[in-house]
């Protein structure tokens, strides 16, 4: 073993650790060499979740694609283009990630990623919507039938207003629970 000039020693640092350890043993057993770590099992994990594969489509959910980009191109949405273009295409491609991650829940984590992956690598993620914009507008397309019946009820005012998802499912929320409180 060398020694630099200040008397440390020099080289492989590994070499330096099994000399200290055989000085010490000396005289009794050898210490063996340390194993390798055992490998983790292989976990199969659902197709949602293999980063390195990009997702694969089916018909409808590239149809969604589609209509959702054709829907975003409009610079100022009226609610008919988030009704009937950008909301049920949203709903579709949620579809498509539970199909894809194998979930049976959106509450999955599994679900969530994928659905992510999905909206990033066709061009539809945070940059297009913000995650509350999504959210709002899945659930206005999932309670579309009730919402369509309370914005009839609206005055023509209110309803050139509240047009964007998140301002008509605040505002549905909210006189949803009125509408309970007033009737109990």
């Known amino acids: 073993m060398t020694k630099n000039d200040d008397g440390v020693a020099a ?3 590994g070499a330096v650790v099994k000399e200290e350890i055989a000085k010490k043993n000396s005289g009794s057993t050898p210490v063996e060499p340390a194993k390798e770590p055992l490998a983790r099992p292989s976990i199969s994990t659902p197709r949602g979740d293999r980063q390195d ?3 694969i489509l089916s018909t409808a959910g590239v149809a ?18 988030w009704r009937d273009k950008v909301g049920p295409n949203y709903l579709v491609l949620r579809e498509e990630a539970m199909r894809i991650s194998g979930a049976n829940t959106i509450n999955s984590g599994v679900y969530a990623r994928t659905f992510s992956r999905l909206l990033d690598e066709n061009e539809l993620g945070e940059k297009v919507l913000s995650k509350d914009m999504r959210a709002a507008l899945l659930f206005c397309a999932e309670n579309r039938e009730a919402i369509e019946a309370w914005r009839a009820m609206l005055t023509g005012h209110e309803r050139m207003q509240w047009n964007s998802p998140i301002t008509v499912a605040r505002k549905f929320k909210a006189a949803s629970v009125l509408s309970r409180i007033l009737l109990t």
């Open 11 to 13: 080289g492989n640092p």
């Open 64 to 81: 969604a694609v589609r209509g959702i980009q054709e829907g975003l191109e409009k610079i100022a949405l009226t609610w008919s283009h």
């Open 53 to 55: 594969e990009p997702l």
